[in-house]
């Protein structure tokens, strides 16, 4: 079978100390979906949706396309996030056979698409970050091939309060309510069309490291959230479950 064939829409650029470590999205989400054991041979083309204004001209060219996380807001009127927000509602109804995948600020451009301009808002109980427990549902479970509960990595301030129409909710925080969610082909289990996580499976310890450091000196984020962050920052997270996930949604319906 020919190489899995990702998109992969660049929402932002790392903080320069990371990228300098750990490379670009690009690099660190290729770093992440090769870890898993069940990841195939693939490949990952890059598009800067922000600077320039770049999409995949034929979408359904690729398996899938992955909307990464980004300092800016779901939420916001910029024009590159109004063309976002219209290529993923374009392509989810016309291109069902294209996934969907989405992490963090991707997760909420989604639910927007999909679910109007208040599916993602500030939400008014904070920040949630770093390592942090989320509870799954049934579907969550059977999805991730664990009982329970994941640790994730979390930076994100804004969030999805409820469901768009037609979504699976997969997982919850008491801070977020939709931590992850899918959205089935025709109604068929088996057949996930859109998976969304609000958590960082791509981030590892080190890299939240320098983000909290970052943000903490410059005031984004409070001295109090910085210290609760350093007690839990060496919780082991499931990053590379979440990654082997993806490519089990991915090679379920392929076509050969």
Same mark, same amino acid.
């Given at each position: 079978?020919?190489?899995?064939?990702?998109?992969?829409?660049?929402?932002?650029?790392?903080?320069?100390?990371?990228? @300098?470590?750990?490379?670009?999205?690009?690099?660190?989400? *290729?770093?992440?979906?090769?870890? $898993?054991? @069940?990841?195939?041979?693939?490949?990952?083309?890059?598009?800067?949706?922000?600077?320039?204004? #770049?999409?995949?001209?034929?979408?359904?060219?690729?398996?899938?396309?992955?909307?990464?996380?980004?300092?800016?807001? $779901?939420?916001?009127?910029? !024009?590159?996030? *109004?063309?976002?927000?219209?290529?993923?509602?374009?392509? #989810?109804?016309? *291109?069902?056979?294209?996934?969907?995948?989405? %992490?963090?600020?991707?997760?909420?451009?989604? !639910?927007?698409?999909?679910?109007?301009?208040?599916?993602?808002?500030?939400?008014? !109980?904070?920040?949630?970050?770093?390592?942090?427990? %989320?509870?799954?549902?049934?579907?969550?479970?059977?999805?991730?091939?664990?009982?329970?509960?994941?640790? +994730?990595?979390?930076?994100?301030?804004?969030?999805?309060?409820?469901?768009?129409?037609?979504?699976?909710?997969? #997982? @919850?925080?008491?801070?977020?309510?939709?931590?992850?969610?899918?959205?089935?082909?025709?109604?068929?289990?088996?057949?996930?069309?859109?998976?969304?996580?609000?958590?960082?499976?791509?981030?590892?310890?080190? +890299?939240?490291?320098?983000?909290?450091?970052?943000?903490?000196?410059?005031?984004?984020?409070?001295?109090?959230?910085?210290?609760?962050?350093?007690?839990?920052?060496?919780?082991?997270?499931?990053?590379?479950?979440? #990654?082997?996930?993806?490519?089990?949604?991915?090679?379920?319906?392929?076509?050969?």
């Amino acid at each position: 079978m020919s190489p899995m064939k990702l998109a992969i829409l660049l929402c932002d650029t790392p903080l320069p100390a990371v990228v @300098s470590t750990y490379g670009d999205y690009t690099v660190i989400f *290729h770093r992440l979906l090769s870890s $898993a054991p @069940s990841a195939p041979s693939f490949t990952l083309d890059p598009y800067d949706v922000v600077s320039a204004k #770049a999409y995949p001209e034929d979408p359904t060219s690729y398996d899938a396309i992955l909307l990464t996380g980004s300092k800016h807001s $779901a939420h916001e009127n910029d !024009a590159w996030i *109004h063309k976002l927000v219209d290529f993923v509602r374009t392509t #989810a109804s016309l *291109h069902p056979q294209v996934k969907l995948i989405g %992490i963090c600020f991707g997760h909420q451009i989604i !639910a927007r698409a999909l679910g109007g301009d208040k599916a993602c808002v500030v939400n008014t !109980a904070g920040w949630e970050v770093g390592p942090t427990k %989320i509870e799954l549902t049934p579907l969550g479970e059977k999805i991730f091939g664990k009982p329970g509960e994941l640790v +994730m990595q979390q930076m994100h301030r804004d969030h999805v309060p409820s469901l768009p129409p037609g979504f699976h909710l997969l #997982a @919850s925080t008491s801070v977020a309510p939709v931590q992850g969610m899918v959205k089935f082909q025709d109604g068929q289990e088996e057949d996930v069309h859109i998976f969304a996580v609000q958590g960082h499976p791509e981030f590892t310890e080190p +890299m939240v490291s320098i983000m909290v450091e970052t943000r903490g000196a410059s005031g984004i984020l409070s001295k109090e959230i910085v210290e609760d962050v350093g007690k839990r920052k060496d919780m082991p997270t499931d990053g590379v479950l979440v #990654a082997n996930s993806i490519w089990r949604i991915l090679q379920s319906s392929r076509h050969s």
